[in-house]
């Protein structure tokens, strides 16, 4: 046997060792109760992202289909922000925004397909579809969106946005101006996203924290802003964050799904050291009624056909919730 053979065979025994423990320390959790069984999901959780090298994570979820640039999720979820803040006097700068948006995402399926590359594919072609078609300007409602916002009067509000991110979303709030107008904190469980958040944005607010045990009083932020979170995790953990992050929110809780559908129940699939649900429609509305008194769920492909014509948005399993207290 080789040296290539045996460094093969090491890392598989390693792998099934690995798979192994999990599964022994799932079940032992569950015999001990919810704590161990929650604290057990925790320690995965990290144990998952903690491989990762600081500038890959500075650089996920920010490019592609993904981009908040683009990405109708998190302008949709910016625009909520500042309704909350002007009033609906930005009705047509959103409109715009919005349209520039689906522009760019039926440019980028284009150009993937120019590429040969399948079109609406999260890969490599995606990242160069994207740099190809905003290398005219691409940040041009940031620019315009902070011309509005520069001294703007109004309500100023309080948002927390758990799972953080390396300041993924928060770097465009920043961007256009908006984060002006919020007393913002973020956490995330991964250190490393953390440094990196505090490294870009030192007078920011940024810590360590954990979506199944908030640390905060009730009703402590007007808003509650998630994105792509409770996918990740066990049914019994998805139930406990929305807890929290209804407990915690004052007004409402805003809600960015990649994988949701209209079907009766969750289909939970676990991966080595999380989860990669497929989350179902009624069942996660019914869970945040438990704590709130209305849900409006959007699904992104359906917004997208009708309001906009957008035929194909690339994940047709994409909705968000803006759940009011």
Known sequence: ???????????????????????????ASRRLGPRAEFGLERALLKRSWRHLEPARLQKYLVAGYQSPLINLQSILARHHLVNQIAGDRFKDLERSELEFAVARNRQMRAEQKRLGAKAGQRDKSAKEAFATVMADGGT??????????????????????PACGSANDYRYMAQCGLIDHLDYRGFDLTAANVSNAVDAFPGADFRLGDALDIDAADASFDWVVVHDLFEHLSPAACERAISEVCRVSRSGVLVSFFHMADIPDHIVTP????????????????????????????????????????????????????VQK
């Not at 080789?2 to 079940?27: E, K, L, P, Q, T």
């Not at 409602?141 to 109004?154: K, P, S």
């Not at 009624?289 to 409006?296: G, I, K, Q, Y």
Request: hydrophobic content about 40%; aromatic content about 12%; overall charge positive.
């Open 140 to 161: 041009i409602f940031m620019d315009r969106w902070r011309a509005e916002l520069t001294g703007l009067t109004g309500n100023r509000i309080s948002v927390l946005e």
């Open 271 to 322: 991966l080595r050291s999380y989860y990669r649900n497929r989350l179902s429609l009624d069942r996660t509305r019914e869970a945040f009624l438990t704590h709130c008194r209305s849900v409006d769920a959007i699904h992104i492909s359906r917004f997208a056909a009708d309001e906009f014509g957008l035929k194909r948005y690339y994940n047709s399993l994409a909705y968000t919730f803006i």
């Open 1 to 27: 046997m080789d040296r290539g053979d045996m460094s093969r065979n090491v890392r598989a025994i390693r792998h099934r060792a690995a798979r192994w423990a999990v599964r022994a320390g799932r079940a």
